[in-house]
Structure formats: C-alpha cells, structure tokens
C-alpha cells in the first residue's frame, strides 16, 4: 500500500473509475448481443432497433474514454455487416437520432465588423506615448537597478491605460 497521500488517493480514483468502466464495457456487450440475437432471429425492425442504441452506447463509451474511437468504429462495421444479410442497404444509411445540437453562435464577417483605427497595445509603446516626463524622472534615479516602467507611479498609469484600451476595443468589436 502506499504511503504518500497523493497516492492513495490517485489508487482510489483508479478503482472507481475501474468499477465504471466495467459497468459500461458489460453494457455495450448486452447491446451488441441483442443485435446479434435480433439479427439470428431475422427480425429486422428488432435488430435495427437494436443496433441503433448500440451504436449510441458505443458512441457514449470513445466520449467517456472507456474504450477507444477505432474499437468503437470496428465494432459497428461488424455489426451493420451482419444487419445487411437481413436488411436493405437504403435502411441502414439513415443516420442514427441523436439530441438536437445548440445552435451554433453566429460569426461576424468582415464586412460587418467595424474598422478600428489603430493603437499602440503594447505596454511599452503606451508608456512611450503618455510618459516621457516620467520616464525622464526615472531614469536620473540614483539606484543602481535599472527601473522598471511597471513599478513607477506613472509606469502603473500607463499599464492601466493599456488595460482600458484593450476592453475598450473588445466593447466596441463586440457590439
């Protein structure tokens, strides 16, 4: 056993997640079972049933990371294999149902967007621009490090500033 608490943890985590995955992995062979058993039987709106929640099942387990994408995607060619001895091709290409997707968030073009002139972003061109007389006071400081603009009263100013600028920018572009 282990001693560190970090560990422990991380071996309690893993068991759960253990039992889990079990749990799915036994729930997906029922599925692909009664597939195959629809498909023996020669029940067609059984076995397309059948396999259609199988495929979501399957689907859910690549998303929950319990077995991986390509073992899924082999899985359902195996299956649709068997379901075309009893079925038409024309009834197998229907997609599968799934929940309605969110509408997706409308882009702006360019030609709706509006052209903002220009400005300097950068902290240290900003501070160039509203500072000369604060970068002339620091720079005839006695200390023997050379000053940072950021730890001046007026190098804060100009951070600021910048900071402003910016969201400034973003509220106009967004609107």
Do not use: C, F, W
Not at 44 to 59: E, G, H, I, V
């Amino acid at each position: 056993m282990a001693n560190i608490k970090s560990k422990i943890k991380r071996i309690g985590t893993n068991e759960k997640s253990r039992v889990r995955n079990l749990a799915v992995k036994s729930e997906l062979k029922s599925k692909v079972r009664s597939v195959r058993e629809a498909v023996t039987a020669k029940d067609k709106n059984k076995a397309l049933d059948a396999y259609r929640k199988a495929s979501q099942k399957l689907d859910i387990a690549v998303s929950k990371g319990v077995i991986h994408k390509n073992q899924a995607a082999n899985r359902k060619s195996k299956l649709v294999k068997k379901l075309k001895t009893i079925l038409e091709s024309a009834e197998l290409n229907k997609p599968v149902e799934k929940a309605p997707k969110k509408a997706a968030p409308t882009k702006k073009t360019a030609s709706t967007k509006k052209a903002a002139p220009k400005k300097a972003t950068t902290k240290k061109a900003v501070a160039k621009k509203t500072a000369p007389a604060a970068k002339s006071t620091v720079a005839k400081s006695s200390t023997s490090k050379p000053a940072n603009s950021k730890t001046t009263a007026a190098g804060k100013a100009a951070s600021k500033k910048v900071v402003t600028k910016k969201t400034a920018a973003k509220k106009t572009n967004s609107k």
